[in-house]
């Protein structure tokens, strides 16, 4: 099994800066890859961006050249730098991560999300 634990949510003004973390542990040979996703209040959860575990990053168009996504390998740990925060980013941050554990089977696990509320 492998378990996510997220941190670094909390409350910011608009304009500023946060940085989320997500540290995998357990059975891990390698990651393949980890996202972050976040879910508005009554809206679904979407895609913010991921990274593969050879460093090819994605963002989806609403964070492109706000928020940087980075992964420490050794640590098997993301990290989601968010600049420039809007109001429209507030949300329930949750982390993923596709994994190939010790038994070389690959698997999708979820954190438990972590709450982003950006103030006018």
């Known amino acids: 099994q492998v378990q996510l634990v997220e941190s670094g949510g909390g409350l910011v003004q608009a304009g500023r800066s946060l940085r989320l973390s997500c540290a995998a542990s357990g059975s891990i040979f390698s990651i393949d890859q980890m996202a972050w996703y976040r879910q508005a209040p009554g809206k679904q959860r979407e895609l913010v961006a991921f990274?593969?575990?050879?460093?090819?990053?994605h963002y989806e168009d609403p964070v492109k050249g706000r928020f940087t996504i980075s992964l420490d390998n050794p640590r098997n740990t993301v990290y989601l730098q968010m600049s420039s925060l809007k109001l429209e980013d507030t949300g329930v941050y949750s982390c993923n991560a596709q994994v190939l554990d010790r038994r070389w089977n690959r698997n999708s696990f979820w954190g438990q999300g972590t709450q982003v509320t950006v103030s006018s």
């Open positions: 990274i593969t575990g050879r460093g090819q990053t």
